[in-house]
């Protein structure tokens, strides 16, 4: 079986393993801190790349661009849902939650763009906040959680991190379509050290405990998510596979569903099941009719 087949299905499953290490190295570093370190290693190491393959850099209205889709891509994004899962959101819960961004995008599309919602899409979106709603609501209404904000605080910080990947993936459409990927990575990782390390200065003790597990978790997460996963992204975009990893990421809340009850025992319940599956509806036909766009376009 050649890469070019598996490599979709590779991509997502190194993707979804992002929200258990997040799970996992909250057991031995505070989010902010431990984010801190693994954006300062990645941008180091794609400067590193970037070096070693002579990329062209960008010039300072692009590069500013680059920066600053960092600070929504990466820096309030991942500071966001981090936090949210070190304070209490199953990794399970937060993998489902990150079904909403094709939806979040496909609302902001009529303001951005000028797009028409479809009745189709209409109901898509109705079916994805559904689903969530579904799959949280053992977490807002366990009688072992006495205060409701105890739980709705994380769950709100995660939502709102989901807008800022949202508006950050937007942006970057519209406004990085050329240029060297490896240098704009680069650029976005000090993106998100500008947001981050403030976050680190003012609310945390910079606790990293240093233990073989914290190594391990940090060295997943530059090499296997920051480096992995977007350089097989970059491998797709240039074999011309993008679109089917896009629909794949169907399978995001589900895998990572299972593999935080692998890792960690996060039980598979009957409403995460259900909302699982209504949110994965709901993503596929609020973005069926985009697909099949694409597909006629590419056919004409």
């Known amino acids: 079986m050649s890469l070019d087949r598996i490599a979709p299905a590779i991509f997502v499953l190194l993707w979804s393993t992002g929200w258990v290490v997040a799970k996992y190295a909250a057991i031995h570093s505070e989010p902010f801190t431990f984010l801190a370190v693994r954006y300062g290693l990645s ?11 002579r990329a062209a850099w960008p010039g300072r209205v692009v590069a500013f661009k680059a920066v600053y889709s960092g600070v ?45 919602l479809q009745g189709t ?20 209404f366990d009688p072992a959680t006495a205060d409701l904000a105890h739980a709705a605080v994380p769950l709100a910080i995660n939502l709102i991190a989901m807008c800022s990947v949202t508006y950050g993936t937007l942006y970057q459409k519209k406004h990085l379509q050329t240029g060297n990927l490896l ?42 998510l920051s480096m992995g996963g977007v350089g097989l992204l970059l491998y797709l975009i240039r074999r011309g596979q993008v679109s089917r990893a896009a629909s794949l990421i169907y399978l995001m809340p589900p ?30 036909l609020t973005n069926r009719q985009v697909t099949e766009s694409r597909l006629r376009e590419q056919l004409q």
């Open 183 to 224: 240098p704009i990575a680069t650029l976005q990782y000090v993106g998100a050290l500008i947001v981050t390390v403030p976050l680190v200065l003012t609310f945390e003790r910079m606790h990293f405990d240093g233990s073989a597990q914290a190594i391990a978790a940090l060295v997943w997460s530059v090499f296997g």
């Open 255 to 284: 895998t990572v569903a299972l593999e935080a009850f692998v890792a960690f025992g996060e039980p598979l319940t009957l409403p995460l099941i259900l909302g699982t599956i209504v949110v994965v509806t709901g993503v596929y």
């Open 43 to 53: 941008a180091l190491a794609f400067f590193s790349l970037c070096l070693a393959m």
């Open 72 to 116: 929504f891509l990466h820096g309030f994004y991942l500071a966001g849902l981090w936090w949210a899962i070190a304070n209490g959101v199953p990794a399970g819960i937060s993998g489902i939650i990150a079904a909403l961004q094709p939806l979040l995008t496909a609302m902001a599309a009529p303001l951005l763009v000028g797009e028409r």
């Open 121 to 140: 899409q209409r109901l898509g979106l109705l079916l994805g906040f559904l689903g969530i709603a579904i799959a949280i609501s053992p977490k807002l």
